[in-house]
Every structure is written in C-alpha cells, then in structure tokens.
C-alpha cells in the first residue's frame, strides 16, 4: 500500500512524514492535521499527524508505526 497525501484545494500537505492543513485564510499558516477540526470528526477523527502512527491509529495497531516504510522526494526523484 502506498500512502502519499496530499490535497491542494484543501490546503493539505505532507512533509516529512507530518501532514498539515494550510490555513484557509491565505497566510500559508500549517497546522498539524491531527490538531484541526476534521482531526475531531466523531466517525473519521484521528489524533496523529505523523503518518505512521496514523496508520497504526486508523488500523487499531493491525499495521504498526514501525512496520511502515517512509520513501523521501530524494529517493523518489
């Protein structure tokens, strides 16, 4: 499974293995994802920005933050 985030219209991005949220307002602001208001959504919320450990929170630590592999726009390019 390859997970690469990344949602211009919605100001997301990920660097570094964190996902941000881009502040609506234009000021290039970032918040971490995990601390935004989608983060607290009751039927899709999450606690973590850092990838792996989302993976691991959203598989209920069927795939643990360990086990995930990062690849850096180095190594892709």
Same mark, same amino acid.
Do not use: C, N
């Given at each position: 499974?390859? *997970? ?6 919605? =100001? ?9 949220? /881009?502040?609506?307002? +234009?000021? +290039?602001?970032?918040?971490?994802? +995990?601390?935004?208001?989608f983060a607290r959504d009751r039927a899709f919320g999450y606690s973590s920005s850092h990838l792996p ?7 209920? =630590?069927?795939?643990?933050? /360990? #086990?995930?592999? /990062?690849?850096?726009? #180095? *190594?892709?390019?």
């Amino acid at each position: 499974v390859l *997970l690469a985030p990344f949602f211009l219209e919605g =100001g997301r991005l990920t660097a570094h293995d964190m996902h941000y949220v /881009s502040a609506a307002d +234009g000021s +290039g602001a970032l918040t971490l994802a +995990g601390q935004t208001e989608f983060a607290r959504d009751r039927a899709f919320g999450y606690s973590s920005s850092h990838l792996p450990s989302w993976v691991e929170e959203k598989t209920e =630590g069927r795939v643990k933050a /360990s #086990d995930v592999l /990062s690849l850096s726009l #180095d *190594l892709i390019r």
